[in-house]
């Protein structure tokens, strides 16, 4: 399941070939995913020009020069292809460039979405308008999560991974930033004093920094025909590593709450 540093490297990819670039064909090849397709999507994409592309939260920015913005999100299976040799059942949208370049929305479970707003409006966009701020933004420090936690009773976990809190943070990074942090996920939110909140904030921007790294040095391999964007492997700390020893020698444990995996070291994270 793409998280933030997937959905940034994709933004990435395709910003090497759509920025600049006009859109001679789009074409969405079913009425909806997630959600309805936007029945203008085709008319009001086509002929356009990219002028930038960006990523809030999970989701994927395309704005063009008619003041219309695209907005993907990958959902549980979605990956954009890069000139891909076959254009496959679960390739949902097509676009081509003027240049030649083809690109096709891929999403077999079809969680994702593709949404069309007005780019001076992309923040009232429903699923923006109560997220929190960005984990890598400038908004996001120690200080302003102490005045979010003050007096929750929830676990950090839980808090960590309320978008309105902090924004495109999932089950994976949640993890692997408790763990470098060295707080217990079922720390009540309210009760973690100022340093080790500091700590968890930079905990926070290490993981995903160094997950973007990873995903932006397979970059190259994405620009070749019939490359895929968004996948890449990582090495974690915790996460998916129940039984096998951490860093100080102890078994990761995992733990299942609502149907979510938690995984830590019952030695480091207090
Ligand atoms: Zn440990």
Same mark, same amino acid.
């Given at each position: 399941m793409p998280e933030l540093p997937e959905v940034e490297t994709t933004v990435a990819g395709l910003r090497a070939v759509l920025?600049?670039?006009?859109?001679?064909r789009v074409e969405p090849r079913?009425?909806?995913?997630?959600f309805p397709i936007p029945v203008d999507l085709r008319q009001r994409l086509t002929g356009a020009t990219v002028t930038g592309l960006s990523r809030r939260a999970k989701y994927g920015l395309i704005d063009t020069d008619r003041g219309d913005t695209l907005i993907f999100h990958l959902g549980m299976s979605g990956r954009w292809r890069i000139d891909p040799a076959q254009i496959g059942a679960h390739d949902h949208l097509l676009v081509e460039t003027g240049a030649g370049r083809l690109l096709a929305l891929n999403?077999?479970?079809?969680f994702g979405s593709l949404d069309l707003v007005r780019s001076e409006a992309w923040e009232s966009y429903s699923p923006f308008t109560r997220m929190g701020p960005?984990?890598?933004?400038?908004?996001?420090d120690a200080a302003y999560l102490a005045r979010m936690l003050a007096?929750?009773?929830?676990?950090i976990k839980a808090a960590l991974l309320d978008q309105r809190i902090?924004?495109?943070?999932g089950n994976i990074y949640v993890c692997e930033a408790l763990n470098m942090a060295g707080i217990?996920?079922? @720390?009540?939110? !309210? %009760?973690?004093g100022a340093r080790r909140l500091a700590l968890l904030v930079e905990s926070i921007r290490a993981v995903l920094t160094a997950a973007i790294a990873a995903g932006g040095s397979t970059l190259r391999d994405y620009a070749r025909p019939d490359g895929e964007l968004g996948y890449f492997s990582k090495q974690w @700390?915790?996460? !998916? %590593?129940?039984g096998e020893l951490c860093g100080c020698g102890t078994p990761i444990r995992r733990r299942v709450d609502g149907g979510r995996s938690t995984f830590f070291c019952p030695k480091c994270q207090k």
């Open positions: 920025e600049g670039a006009t859109l001679a079913r009425a909806d995913l997630r999403d077999p479970r079809r960005e984990p890598l933004g400038p908004d996001f007096g929750k009773a929830t676990s902090v924004a495109g943070l217990a996920p079922v @720390r009540q939110a !309210g %009760r973690i @700390r915790v996460y !998916g %590593r129940e």
